[in-house]
């Protein structure tokens, strides 16, 4: 034999052991931590390259935003941190917020904080950033038309420590505190101030761009959160050491913070069943090895996220958007999902069924009982009898129309049942989910093809489109590997489900949906929520999917204090090795 | 007087026979073919015996261990594992060889196109071999495969476009010797065309460079289809192959589902392998060195 076969031969049998055992997959090679460090692991193929507590769209992510508040705490930390959906005023600069009778103002109270180095926090800080992002509204990944800052009319200093929003309307307070006032970062004006809201907005933002000097950078150096920036390179690697200076309530538990980037999940379970991650995670495949990790010492604990799993439909696809259309079909579709086996046996039983637009991984006074019930239970045979009885007939295993008048507008005789999904691709779950999917759908008679794509590549292809436009060829789209929606604290649908909503993919349109989300921002009863969960639990904008938990979580024994943050935010400040 | 030697007439062998007795003298040869049309029964003849369902699945019963009624267990959504074997075989199968023969006739066109035009046709057409090595054929079937829908027509066509470089190369060589043999400069003198030349005499005697090349190329292209297929890029579900199931059941490596691993793992391995002994059994054969 050839040298050169020799080689590639030896090649196949390596490279074969190699996809048998591992794959190829790159580490960050650290070592363990001590009782004053802790290795934390980043989520597999995420590097931090944002410091900024101002998110724009390139650099939208919950990690950078966890990040950038243990370095500048939020006015309201109003997360999940405390075993709860509540306000944190532990780990927020603000101490109260008082609502005026009418709901269409409040105001804020500061504590007695101080930057890190020793000026007092004010009023000015905050209104330093409220200038920023109304000047700057457009560029902000938080802006959504119509919300903060466009329907915050006012910002009045009463003096250092207080001072008053006024709204355009009437709000439900909760809902203003959760998904409003809790995206304020009081920023240090006398050290970021460069004139005009404009040319700071460039400033920052030019200089935020320059990862290499996020430990260096003067500017980066004022701070107000329990901890400062010890190193931060551009591969990914963070570390955080504690901030003295830090007066607010959550003191550092554990003085330095390594945060450790990954290529993949798997060279991240490696690093895990190596010892050198303290707070890593696992898939939910791997469930069945939690032993071997209780072996070595670690507790695995399932972090669910305040979030829901969903396949949007393409409403104004060409080919099948008249079918999604129709009620009957979206309910067949929906009948023919069987989300408590798919909860049970393909996530392991780290997900749960969800049937409407809020999350039920967690009890909350949101939640209608319409959704809780499960208004159209797993049936392929119901399914099949919704379609036939509205002129379906089954033809070589594919539901066709044969009868246009029944089947509905716009849906001509001959039209065949089949739907493509695009589908993020690298996970095994995600792909025995869909193959599940697709084998129910076909006992209904539905044909159901499936394409992946890396998360990124999906939600490119599957924009918000119109039936003339080339993109629009996408009909079904799947991102929810973690969970597709993770809500701020107060689970609303503006942008998901009302008309045009930033996050309406699928186009979906329903004036009486969006009357009631937008009874949901501005009433302050939870039963405006309830009414939307109802509406859109029968309705089935999207097909609705078991939630995953946002990851299985393994920790080493000993590391406590704390809660794991359904927002899917963490809170290094709060982590402490209790033993 | 003059003594007149007289010898016994040799009967001539014709090469073949020369050459299919040097490859069944090769032991490794023959066991790799024997292999190869072991698996081919298996993947294509196998369901016929074992018939299972792969097109639905079966979330009642998921990774079942070996037993009675799944002889090689069951994955994670259900489907019987030995069927599995035998339906991601028929892919893998299908494309390595179709991709490989692809990949051979691309690369001996180019290659004797090149060899017999010389000069700066032959320069400007090996530049392209060369660019088009230089780039890594995993990077461009990742790009192909991010960009459209992997099926198996597709799969073998995209192979078969980025493996005939080699070929090419292989082809070429042989062709720059061929073209200046007396028998190609007789047909040219007498008028015969360049179209004669090449697929009268320079192909038919490249057939053995150009045979021993497929071999090679069929056993590449299963692994690229396993390498494609192991990173999610292959076919797409309910199909599947080889390096598909193996992707799938990697989770599993440390559950102690071995099932799901070892089988995937040593056909791609056992198939290569046969592959390529065939390869080096077949070059041994048309090797006109130590022949008598």
């Given at each position: 034999m050839s040298p050169a076969r020799t080689r590639l031969l030896a090649g196949a049998v390596v490279c074969a052991g190699t996809l048998v055992l591992a794959g190829c997959s790159g580490s960050s090679g650290t070592s363990s931590a001590s009782k004053d460090s802790i290795n934390y692991a980043l989520p597999a193929n995420f590097t931090p390259n944002w410091i900024l507590p101002i998110g724009t769209a390139?650099?939208?992510?919950?990690?950078?935003?966890?990040?950038?508040?243990?370095?500048?705490?939020?006015?309201?930390?109003?997360?999940?941190?405390?075993?709860?959906i509540a306000w944190n005023k532990a780990g927020s600069i603000a101490a109260a917020a008082d609502f005026a009778a009418d709901n269409k103002s409040v105001k804020i109270t500061l504590g007695d904080r101080h930057w890190s180095d020793g000026k007092p926090i004010t009023s000015k800080d905050v209104e330093f950033w409220f200038d920023l992002i109304k000047a700057n509204k457009a560029q902000w990944a938080g802006y959504n038309p119509g919300k903060a800052p466009d329907n915050w009319t006012s910002f009045k200093a009463d003096d250092d420590t207080h001072f008053t929003i006024t709204f355009d309307k009437a709000y439900s307070p909760q809902w203003m505190l959760a998904n409003e006032l809790s995206l304020i970062n009081p920023l240090p004006q006398h050290v970021w101030d460069k004139g005009t809201p404009k040319a700071t907005w460039t400033y920052l933002n030019n200089a935020a761009k320059n990862i290499g000097g996020y430990a260096t950078n003067p500017l980066w150096k004022t701070i107000s959160g329990p901890y400062r920036v010890k190193s931060f390179s551009t591969a990914g690697k963070v570390v955080l050491t504690a901030n003295k200076k830090y007066d607010g309530g959550e003191k550092p538990g554990i003085p330095t913070v390594n945060l450790l980037p990954f290529t993949t999940a798997d060279a991240e379970k490696n690093a895990l069943r190596s010892g050198t991650v303290d707070y890593g995670y696992i898939e939910a495949t791997d469930l069945d090895q939690k032993d071997s990790f209780t072996a070595r010492g670690y507790e695995v604990k399932p972090w669910s996220g305040w979030a829901i799993t969903y396949m949007p439909y393409n409403f104004n696809n060409p080919a099948m958007g008249a079918v999604f259309k129709q009620l009957y079909a979206r309910q067949a579709v929906q009948r023919s999902i069987d989300q408590t086996t798919l909860a049970k046996v393909v996530f392991n039983g780290t997900a749960v069924p969800g049937y409407g637009p809020v999350p039920q991984a967690q009890s909350s006074d949101f939640l209608s009982s319409t959704q809780k019930d499960n208004p159209y239970p797993f049936s392929t045979s119901a399914a099949k009898s919704l379609l036939t009885s509205h002129g379906w007939a089954e033809q070589g295993g594919v539901m066709t129309c044969t009868d246009s008048a029944k089947c509905g507008e716009g849906v001509a005789k001959g039209t065949k049942f089949e739907m493509t999904v695009l589908s993020q691709s690298g996970s095994t779950v995600t792909d025995n989910m869909m193959s599940a999917i697709q084998s129910s759908l076909a006992k209904t008679g539905i044909k159901f093809s499936i394409k992946t794509a890396p998360v990124n590549s999906v939600l490119s292809q599957t924009p918000q489109c119109t039936a003339s436009q080339s993109i629009c060829k996408w009909q079904l789209s799947f991102f929810g590997t973690a969970g597709s929606w993770y809500f701020n604290a107060f689970p609303t649908g503006d942008s998901l489900f009302q008309t045009k909503g930033g996050s309406n993919f699928g186009n979906y349109s329903d004036p009486a949906v969006d009357k009631l989300i937008t009874a949901s921002t501005t009433s302050s009863s939870n039963q405006a929520?309830?009414?939307?969960?109802?509406?859109?639990?029968?309705?089935l904008p999207v097909i609705w999917l078991p939630e995953p938990d946002y990851q299985i979580s393994v920790m080493k024994n000993g590391l406590g204090g704390f809660s794991q943050d359904s927002l899917a935010n963490f809170h290094p400040a709060q982590w402490k090795w209790t033993s | 007087m003059t003594a007149v030697l007289q010898t016994a007439p040799v009967e001539?062998?014709?090469?073949?026979?020369?050459?299919?007795?040097?490859?069944?003298?090769?032991?490794?040869?023959?066991?790799?073919?024997?292999?190869?049309?072991?698996?081919?029964?298996?993947?294509?003849?196998?369901?016929?015996?074992?018939?299972?369902?792969?097109?639905?699945?079966?979330?009642?019963?998921?990774?079942?261990?070996p037993g009675g009624a799944h002889w090689l267990g069951t994955d994670a959504v259900g489907h019987d594992e030995l069927g599995r074997l035998m339906y991601g075989g028929k892919v893998s199968l299908l494309v390595g060889l179709a991709a490989g023969i692809l990949a051979t006739v691309i690369g001996t066109l180019w290659g004797a196109a090149a060899g017999y035009a010389g000069g700066w046709v032959d320069a400007v057409m090996m530049r392209v071999v060369d660019a088009g090595i230089?780039?890594?054929?995993?990077?461009?079937?990742?790009?192909?495969?991010?960009?459209?829908?992997?099926?198996?027509?597709?799969?073998?066509?995209?192979?078969?476009?980025?493996?005939?470089?080699?070929?090419?190369?292989?082809?070429?060589?042989?062709?720059?010797?061929?073209?200046?043999r007396d028998y190609v400069l007789t047909l040219r003198a007498t008028g015969g065309t360049h179209t004669r030349a090449i697929t009268r005499h320079i192909l038919p005697n490249s057939v053995s460079t150009i045979v021993v090349a497929a071999t090679f190329q069929v056993a590449d292209a299963i692994l690229l289809v396993a390498y494609v297929s192991y990173l999610g890029l292959g076919v797409q579900p309910p199909k599947t192959d080889w390096g598909g199931m193996l992707s799938a059941g990697l989770t599993a490596a440390y559950s102690g589902r071995w099932w799901l691993i070892v089988p995937p793992g040593l056909a791609i391995i056992l198939v290569v392998c046969a592959f390529n002994a065939i390869g080096d059994g077949l070059r041994d054969a048309f090797d006109v060195r130590g022949r008598g």
């Amino acid at each position: 034999m050839s040298p050169a076969r020799t080689r590639l031969l030896a090649g196949a049998v390596v490279c074969a052991g190699t996809l048998v055992l591992a794959g190829c997959s790159g580490s960050s090679g650290t070592s363990s931590a001590s009782k004053d460090s802790i290795n934390y692991a980043l989520p597999a193929n995420f590097t931090p390259n944002w410091i900024l507590p101002i998110g724009t769209a390139a650099h939208l992510n919950t990690n950078n935003i966890s990040i950038a508040n243990t370095l500048w705490e939020p006015l309201i930390a109003y997360d999940g941190s405390t075993g709860k959906i509540a306000w944190n005023k532990a780990g927020s600069i603000a101490a109260a917020a008082d609502f005026a009778a009418d709901n269409k103002s409040v105001k804020i109270t500061l504590g007695d904080r101080h930057w890190s180095d020793g000026k007092p926090i004010t009023s000015k800080d905050v209104e330093f950033w409220f200038d920023l992002i109304k000047a700057n509204k457009a560029q902000w990944a938080g802006y959504n038309p119509g919300k903060a800052p466009d329907n915050w009319t006012s910002f009045k200093a009463d003096d250092d420590t207080h001072f008053t929003i006024t709204f355009d309307k009437a709000y439900s307070p909760q809902w203003m505190l959760a998904n409003e006032l809790s995206l304020i970062n009081p920023l240090p004006q006398h050290v970021w101030d460069k004139g005009t809201p404009k040319a700071t907005w460039t400033y920052l933002n030019n200089a935020a761009k320059n990862i290499g000097g996020y430990a260096t950078n003067p500017l980066w150096k004022t701070i107000s959160g329990p901890y400062r920036v010890k190193s931060f390179s551009t591969a990914g690697k963070v570390v955080l050491t504690a901030n003295k200076k830090y007066d607010g309530g959550e003191k550092p538990g554990i003085p330095t913070v390594n945060l450790l980037p990954f290529t993949t999940a798997d060279a991240e379970k490696n690093a895990l069943r190596s010892g050198t991650v303290d707070y890593g995670y696992i898939e939910a495949t791997d469930l069945d090895q939690k032993d071997s990790f209780t072996a070595r010492g670690y507790e695995v604990k399932p972090w669910s996220g305040w979030a829901i799993t969903y396949m949007p439909y393409n409403f104004n696809n060409p080919a099948m958007g008249a079918v999604f259309k129709q009620l009957y079909a979206r309910q067949a579709v929906q009948r023919s999902i069987d989300q408590t086996t798919l909860a049970k046996v393909v996530f392991n039983g780290t997900a749960v069924p969800g049937y409407g637009p809020v999350p039920q991984a967690q009890s909350s006074d949101f939640l209608s009982s319409t959704q809780k019930d499960n208004p159209y239970p797993f049936s392929t045979s119901a399914a099949k009898s919704l379609l036939t009885s509205h002129g379906w007939a089954e033809q070589g295993g594919v539901m066709t129309c044969t009868d246009s008048a029944k089947c509905g507008e716009g849906v001509a005789k001959g039209t065949k049942f089949e739907m493509t999904v695009l589908s993020q691709s690298g996970s095994t779950v995600t792909d025995n989910m869909m193959s599940a999917i697709q084998s129910s759908l076909a006992k209904t008679g539905i044909k159901f093809s499936i394409k992946t794509a890396p998360v990124n590549s999906v939600l490119s292809q599957t924009p918000q489109c119109t039936a003339s436009q080339s993109i629009c060829k996408w009909q079904l789209s799947f991102f929810g590997t973690a969970g597709s929606w993770y809500f701020n604290a107060f689970p609303t649908g503006d942008s998901l489900f009302q008309t045009k909503g930033g996050s309406n993919f699928g186009n979906y349109s329903d004036p009486a949906v969006d009357k009631l989300i937008t009874a949901s921002t501005t009433s302050s009863s939870n039963q405006a929520v309830q009414e939307y969960s109802a509406a859109l639990a029968k309705d089935l904008p999207v097909i609705w999917l078991p939630e995953p938990d946002y990851q299985i979580s393994v920790m080493k024994n000993g590391l406590g204090g704390f809660s794991q943050d359904s927002l899917a935010n963490f809170h290094p400040a709060q982590w402490k090795w209790t033993s | 007087m003059t003594a007149v030697l007289q010898t016994a007439p040799v009967e001539a062998v014709p090469n073949y026979r020369v050459s299919l007795r040097k490859f069944t003298r090769n032991k490794l040869a023959v066991a790799g073919l024997a292999v190869v049309l072991l698996f081919l029964l298996f993947c294509f003849v196998g369901p016929l015996l074992h018939s299972t369902d792969q097109t639905h699945t079966d979330l009642g019963q998921v990774n079942l261990a070996p037993g009675g009624a799944h002889w090689l267990g069951t994955d994670a959504v259900g489907h019987d594992e030995l069927g599995r074997l035998m339906y991601g075989g028929k892919v893998s199968l299908l494309v390595g060889l179709a991709a490989g023969i692809l990949a051979t006739v691309i690369g001996t066109l180019w290659g004797a196109a090149a060899g017999y035009a010389g000069g700066w046709v032959d320069a400007v057409m090996m530049r392209v071999v060369d660019a088009g090595i230089a780039i890594p054929a995993l990077f461009i079937l990742l790009v192909v495969s991010a960009i459209t829908t992997p099926d198996t027509a597709g799969l073998i066509l995209v192979l078969g476009l980025v493996s005939w470089l080699v070929p090419s190369r292989l082809v070429r060589a042989e062709t720059l010797t061929l073209k200046s043999r007396d028998y190609v400069l007789t047909l040219r003198a007498t008028g015969g065309t360049h179209t004669r030349a090449i697929t009268r005499h320079i192909l038919p005697n490249s057939v053995s460079t150009i045979v021993v090349a497929a071999t090679f190329q069929v056993a590449d292209a299963i692994l690229l289809v396993a390498y494609v297929s192991y990173l999610g890029l292959g076919v797409q579900p309910p199909k599947t192959d080889w390096g598909g199931m193996l992707s799938a059941g990697l989770t599993a490596a440390y559950s102690g589902r071995w099932w799901l691993i070892v089988p995937p793992g040593l056909a791609i391995i056992l198939v290569v392998c046969a592959f390529n002994a065939i390869g080096d059994g077949l070059r041994d054969a048309f090797d006109v060195r130590g022949r008598g």
